[in-house]
């Protein structure tokens, strides 16, 4: 089944503590993205990846790394998170980045930061 | 600067009901339109994707439209269901100028609940 699948889909953690959120997909998309999605305010680009290798900030990257090693994952980096990082997540992921390309969204890590 | 308002924020419905759902964007250079479907606590799923040149798309009982010229679009949903209770987001994708690619710019949604 195609899916993008992020672990943990909950985590509770204390401020300072690095933390590695996963990303996988099993497309073989080339394009792939990560957002958060706080109240009021939709979801909102933090980094986005076009390939291997291949990284570059979003609408908000303060406080994240990213890094594209290989195709399929795409790893979300806190390496000091703070309470304004409490948030719901999302990775997404897209063949390519043409005009009418579907994204397809994982499942969400909603992230406490305490 | 690129923004996508959708109306109203929240709506509740009786089963079986029609509802229509609005979206106004300012997004340049217009690349398509995405309407998402996002259940409580799970990711978006794609509804439909309409480019310039389309102005209506269905997929089952939701129907998007898209007047370009006016950079309004609606999403109505026909005879209602429990299970069309979500949240729903209206995407506007902006080519992206320099280096290529295209760029989501996503509305804050419209929650929909549909009761007995």
């Known amino acids: 089944e195609a899916q993008v699948t992020q672990n943990p889909r909950y985590l509770i953690t204390v401020t300072g503590k690095k933390l590695t959120v996963t990303c996988s997909q099993n497309m073989n998309h080339e394009y792939m993205s990560w957002y958060r999605q706080d109240p009021g305010l939709g979801l909102r680009q933090i980094y986005y990846s076009m390939n291997v290798e291949v990284t570059d900030k979003g609408d908000v990257p303060e406080g994240y790394k990213v890094s594209r090693k290989e195709k399929r994952n795409f790893p979300l980096i806190l390496e000091s998170p703070s309470p304004n990082q409490t948030s719901l997540y999302f990775c997404?992921?897209?063949?390519?980045?043409?005009?009418?390309?579907?994204?397809?969204f994982g499942q969400g890590t909603r992230l406490t930061v305490v | 600067k690129n923004q996508v308002e959708q109306s109203p924020q929240s709506l509740i419905i009786l089963e079986g009901k029609n509802c229509t759902l609005q979206?106004?964007?300012?997004?340049?250079?217009?690349?398509?339109l995405r309407w998402y479907k996002q259940d409580t606590g799970r990711g978006p799923v794609s509804l439909t994707i309409m480019t310039f040149s389309e102005n209506t798309k269905s997929n089952g009982r939701y129907t998007a439209t898209l007047d370009a010229d006016t950079k309004q679009s609606s999403l109505h949903i026909t005879a209602s269901q429990l299970s069309d209770s979500a949240s729903y987001i209206c995407v506007v994708t902006a080519y992206i100028l320099t280096g290529g690619g295209n760029k989501l710019t996503f509305g804050t949604g419209t929650q929909l609940k549909v009761e007995l």
């Open positions: 997404a992921s897209s063949l390519s980045t043409g005009t009418s390309t579907e994204a397809f």
């Open positions: 979206c106004n964007y300012t997004v340049s250079p217009f690349s398509n």
